[in-house]
């Protein structure tokens, strides 16, 4: 590892034009993390340009350069640096023309494939921007206030405001840093994981509606006909899958999300130790051992939400079972 720190921050300290990507559908931990890292670099004297498939959450749009986020890789880039992000396909469109293997690859999923040139996966981070923090140093770059603000809105947002159980004591001891630099926790707890669209609350109250909870499993589903209805606009769940954790007799909580061109995609919570990333895997997703998700193409909502509550049984079962062996 002490090696590859060493050969990344040369290539960092060597390239002229830097691109920092990550995922599609980019979530704070995406966004945060590729601006923070941005910063960070630019502070260092690089030209930098941050980059994603899709828009930026309007969540995140007070965060300093979002308007700078380009949605295809310059043709000058002269190093490639993903961020977040599990595997190439993670990428989307920016991920399609790109010389592989990509240059660095800085991430904590588990699932992570290893795609790049350097490597630097770290599973038991709460957040990528959490890692960042401690690369910080061995990549000779300085932490200030505006990069203070984009790594705790990663961390704050990953770890779900510090109450995911990745969250550890080095945890809470880099956000103290974050702080300390000036980062404003209030200012981003309050735009990222408290306040939200009228809309967003009118979709929890229709799926919440629907929701049902048997044997451990809770899910719901969110129908395209239904987001149309209350005007969500937004592609997501509005993060109903958060309130379905709360359920006190829920070890997985499960929601459904209907697309258009008969794609479903599907988010899992594990509240129980029982692994969910490996329930996505099996539908072609991936994610962390607390939190994944996938997507099933060609099927209606009613086909699917079939297939992934038989799945998840099962893998609850098998994980219960296991629990329960003396
Ligand atoms: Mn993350």
New binding site residues.
Partial sequence: MASELRKAKKWLHGADHICILSHVSP?G??VG?VLGLTWALRAGGKRVTPALADDVPSTFTFLPGCSEVANAVPEDVDLLIAL?TADVERLGSLGQDLPQPIDINI???VSNSHFANINLVADDMA???EYLVDLLEPFGLALDKQVANCLLT?LLT?SLGFRTNSTGISTLGTAQKLLRYGAQLHEIYDRTLHRRSFESMKLWAQALGTARCESGIAWTHVTLEGKAKIGYNASGDADVISQLTAIEDADVAVVLVERPDAEVKISWRAVSGVDVSEIAQFFGGGGHRAAAGASIYGVTLEQAEQDVLYRTRLALNQYLQGCSVP
């Fill in positions: 979530d931990d995406a993390s977040d991430d904590h999923h957040a990528t921007s990663g990953d």
